[in-house]
């Protein structure tokens, strides 16, 4: 059997079923706009100070960042984080086809966090979701989903952090993957899905 049988056999193993489904117990609360969520509860004067503090601007009417883009979600930016090593960032505003060109190299068995930058405009955006699927030799090996939250319209980028995740390590693990990324929300809306690459090797000093 040659390496690369071996390596496969080993990322056939590991695969992981498209159907998996994460958050099957989760029920999505009712959207409500921005006029509702003031409206509510008025008779409490401490919960309506704490609302209109939470929804800032929006409150005093719609938000929009950019008037040339109907969306109420801009994702901006994804940036793979490594304690005492600068982000590694790829720009989602411009042609998502280049950035599989781009490699993240990450060295086997560090921990390291996903960073998702967006914009927020219009009206608040309930129950988002950032879901990403890794693969290797094409087959599915990882699969990740992380609910964000509800968040209110902002003339400045907000950003998401997701829990710490351990890089595989070993020599099978070592080798190029492909990530599909999606941030969507409670009602399935798709604000971008896009596709990128890392590579893991022994050591840092490999890239």
């Known amino acids: 059997m040659s390496d690369g049988d071996v390596v496969k056999d080993g990322v056939d193993k590991l695969a992981i079923h498209d159907d998996d489904d994460i958050d099957s117990n989760y029920k999505p609360p009712p959207e409500k706009s921005i006029e509702e969520l003031l409206n509510a509860d008025k008779e409490d004067a401490s919960l309506q100070k704490y609302k ?10 719609k938000i929009i960042f950019d008037q040339n883009n109907p969306n109420k979600v801009i994702v901006k930016k994804l940036a793979l984080c490594v304690a005492d090593r600068p982000d590694m960032e790829l720009d989602l505003s411009g042609d998502l ?4 060109k781009q490699v993240f190299i990450i060295k086997e068995g560090i921990s390291y966090k996903i960073r998702i ?6 009206e608040i955006v309930h129950g988002l979701k950032y879901v990403q699927k890794t693969y290797r030799l094409g087959v599915p090996v990882d699969k990740m989903s992380h609910m964000v939250g509800s968040y209110p319209p902002k003339m400045e980028i907000q950003s998401y952090t997701t829990p710490s995740e351990d890089a595989p390590s070993g020599m099978m693990a070592r080798g190029s993957y492909t990530v599909h990324s999606l941030f969507t929300d409670d009602d399935k809306n798709e604000h971008l899905k896009w596709e990128w690459v890392f590579e893991i090797k022994k050591d840092w ?3």
């Open 52 to 61: 209109e503090k939470l929804l800032g601007d929006a409150n005093s009417g």
């Open 97 to 100: 086809t280049n950035l599989k």
């Open 117 to 122: 930058d967006f914009i927020v405009q219009r």
């Open 205 to 207: 000093k490999d890239n």
